[in-house]
């Protein structure tokens, strides 16, 4: 069971992991064993609500499949638990993200007050900019 919050929870048999040689720290140790972490997740078939199930593709980005599978890789550590540990706490995160609910942006006018010292500013500006040529005969 991999506890997200404390409301929601992904049980085990929702997302499989399979052990796959990795490459980085280890020496010939590493050529032995498999302790890289390739975590599969499928967001279609999961238990999470609809709108969670869109924001999460939508930050998963290159991570997820044409199948609708989340796949997270996790080789940075020698040992296969931690690779594991980190692996699901990118999960986790990733569902985290996608349960915040961003808030609805309301648009607003601005006001007149805020108009008019908007064009008074350009007003002067204009005055300003006009002062800078060069004199005509007339003056």
């Not at 991999?2 to 929870?9: G, M, N």
């Not at 599978?69 to 569902?95: K, P, Y």
């Not at 993200?97 to 204009?126: I, N, W």
């Amino acid at each position: 069971m991999l506890k997200i919050t404390d409301a929601v929870a992904i049980a085990d048999d929702e997302f499989t992991e399979r052990m796959v040689k990795a490459s980085g720290p280890g020496g010939q140790h590493v050529n032995k064993t498999s302790n890289a972490v390739e975590l599969r997740f499928d967001v279609g078939r999961s238990s999470l609500a609809d709108d969670v199930k869109a924001r999460l593709r939508r930050l998963s980005g290159s991570r997820l499949s044409n199948d609708d599978v989340l796949i997270l890789f996790s080789q940075g550590s020698r040992s296969l638990e931690m690779n594991r540990q980190e692996a699901r706490e990118r999960l986790a995160d990733l569902i985290r993200q996608a349960l915040h609910r961003p808030k609805a942006r309301r648009p607003t006018k601005p006001t007149k007050a805020s108009k008019l010292r908007r064009l008074d500013s350009k007003t002067r500006r204009s005055g300003l900019k006009s002062m800078r040529g060069r004199p005509s005969k007339d003056d």
